[in-house]
């Protein structure tokens, strides 16, 4: 019996060109019929002759992208670049929202070829290498690079050292522009802002199936937010600040603009018992083009690990310097147990709204969360928390009692959650306004800035014990970066308000001032806010405003007196005396 022959390999040196369209989900999803049709006329009337004109071959055509390959690279980029100006002026005239736009990636490799396809390591780099292009733009290896040199009219950005998914070694990878378009880096911050890429993340509140649901679509994105914030190459705003703009029609540039950020990350996410399923779109805050689109879903126990997914897929398209292991390292540690995460996202749309009723609530959510996983830190940062606000806030009737519990939930959290910026910043909070351990409370806090760059609440509780402490200059440093990380945040009211303290510790008492209304504005049951506009026009001398304020105070918390409160109050030495002496300036009973 005859052994079957076997086909010879064909190998060939070639550049390789990878096409994708940006956001294909969205776009078959909102206008399937039209997105589809206008997806073949392009590739009848652009890509095709346009792939021809440059002695290309278009190998085969997938939903959303197609591969072709060239003889040399100088074609390919010739093509590459030819082809995003001709789609540009092709779809000119159409809505950001409806627009098609390709990235192209483009390597030069020795590829195996066969009849109606190829294969490679060079053919899977050209594919990985697409998704680091922006919307309209070409990214080429090394390899390519090397080969265009300086003979086409065209400007070279160095993106670095790149390691693509399931790629072994790194991957010089260049940005190529023409040299009338402005030079954009991936991740550039727009003028005059920000030189670091900006991100709002937010809910993830597309399509999403029940109301009731909202919750844990808007708590899903913290522990996104989070990894994220734990990069220093990053500034990623607070999701609070993301909460007003969860509508079905989401405007990026206005968003972009409002919380001055380039990118943004909205989606949508949709659970059974057993399984969840996410979509993200990420868009360019200038232009409102969506430059990466993504469906990740699978098992509910799979939720945390589809999160760390997202935000990997995000860094790797602003940020693709930041290696992959680094991003893992900033990331919480994930609960053990999904009962528990639920609860403290419902514990967490109950803590902030100040009532008493939702107060209440929370705490037995939380407690339940524990319950449930033992070794959660988050639900342990959010029980110290909870006994902060008890204490400053709602009138606690056992203070020594809280304090203690609350040094212990915040002590079991880091134990817990490591170096977690936010179980850090609350730990420093609690040693601070507490315990008045302010060695302690100031190691916290700058471990939890050097966690969370971007975390609004450990510069901002840095910001209250420099203020506390007396330096003015150091509180007004941390709490300006807090307020800048947390624009427009529904729960700004705290990030203001202590900003306005260090307003007041600074000595800058107008400024004090509209900031502490800012804050009481957004909510007006905060004790602590009231406190501070009273002492804060006592400084500025407006003695009948100042006895106002405190009777509206008092309206809030009629058993306040001054002598049970001096104990607990922080601030030390001659600003304790000088903020306690306008209190009692103002009428506020001893």
């Known amino acids: 019996m005859m052994t079957p022959s076997v086909p010879e390999v064909r190998r060939r040196l070639a550049a390789i060109l ?21 997806l073949m006329r392009l590739r009848s009337e652009v890509l095709d002759p346009g792939v021809s004109a440059q002695n290309g071959r278009i190998i085969k055509n997938t939903g959303d992208g197609f591969l072709a390959t060239f003889d040399t690279a100088r074609d390919a980029t010739r093509c590459a670049l030819s082809l995003q100006e001709a789609l540009a002026v092709n779809t000119a005239g159409m809505p950001a929202d409806e627009r098609i736009s390709f990235r192209i990636g483009l390597n030069a490799a020795d590829i195996i070829v066969e009849k109606d396809d190829v294969y490679g390591e060079g053919v899977n780099i050209a594919a990985r290498l697409q998704s680091y292009a922006q919307a309209g733009g070409v990214v080429v290896s090394g390899a390519v690079a090397e080969q265009i040199g300086q003979d086409l009219d065209v400007s070279v950005i160095d993106l670095g050292d790149l390691h693509l998914r399931n790629m072994g070694r790194p991957v010089r990878v260049y940005a190529l522009h023409r040299p009338m378009q402005p030079a954009k880096l991936v991740g550039e911050a727009p003028m005059g802002s920000e030189p ?64 001055g950020v380039r990118y943004v990350l909205y989606g949508g996410i949709q659970r059974t018992m057993t399984s969840v399923r996410i979509v993200t779109e990420l868009s360019d805050a200038e232009s409102g083009e969506v430059i990466r689109s993504d469906l990740h879903e699978g098992d509910l126990r799979e939720l945390f690990e589809l999160q760390d997914r997202i935000a990997i897929n995000v860094v790797r398209q ?31 749309d109950l803590l902030y709204r100040m009532d008493y009723d939702s107060f209440s609530k929370a705490r037995g959510l939380l407690e339940q969360a524990i319950s449930y996983d033992p070794n959660f830190a988050l639900a342990y940062s959010y029980v110290a928390l909870w006994y902060v606000f008890r204490i400053g806030e709602m009138g606690s009737p056992d203070p020594e009692g809280d304090v203690v519990a609350g040094a212990r939930y915040a002590k079991e959290a880091i134990e817990r959650g490591g170096d977690d910026a936010f179980a850090l910043a609350v730990y420093g909070h609690v040693q601070s306004f507490l315990l008045h351990d302010f060695q302690s409370a100031r190691i916290a806090l700058d471990r939890a800035i050097a966690a969370g760059p971007s975390s609004a609440m450990a510069w901002t509780m840095a910001s209250a014990t420099s203020g506390f402490l007396g330096d003015g200059p150091a509180a007004l440093r941390q709490g300006e970066q807090g307020v800048r990380l947390s624009p427009l945040d529904a729960r700004s009211f705290w990030h203001e308000g202590l900003f306005a303290q260090a307003h007041y510790v600074n000595g800058d008492y107008e400024q004090a001032l509209e900031w502490v209304r800012g804050a009481l504005n957004r909510n007006g049951l905060i004790r602590f806010n009231h406190r501070l506009l009273i002492v804060t026009l006592g400084a500025l001398g407006r003695r009948e405003e100042a006895a106002e304020a405190a009777r509206r105070y008092l309206e809030i918390q009629p058993g306040f007196r001054i002598s049970s409160y001096a104990p607990r109050c922080p601030f030390r030495g001659e600003a304790l005396e000088t903020w306690l002496g306008h209190l009692r300036s103002a009428g506020l009973p001893d």
Not at 25 to 34: D, P, S, V, Y
Not at 321 to 334: F, G
Request: charge should be neutral; proline fraction near 4%.
């Open 18 to 38: 990878a096409a994708d369209v940006v956001g294909y989900t969205r776009l078959m999803e909102a206008h399937e019929e039209n997105t589809h049709t206008r």
């Open 196 to 259: 670091r890429p900006s991100i709002a993340v937010l809910p993830f509140r597309m399509n999403l199936a029940t109301p009731e649901e909202g919750y844990f679509a808007d708590g899903v994105v913290d522990d996104i937010i989070r990894g994220l914030a734990g990069l220093k190459e990053l500034f990623v705003v607070s999701r609070g600040s993301s909460l007003g703009f969860s509508g079905r029609n989401i405007d990026v540039r206005e968003i972009g603009r409002r919380l």
């Open 318 to 348: 602003i940020a693709p310097q930041v290696r992959e292991r680094e991003l893992m390292r900033s990331m919480r540690k994930h609960p053990q147990n999904l009962t528990a995460y639920d609860l403290v996202l419902q514990a967490l």
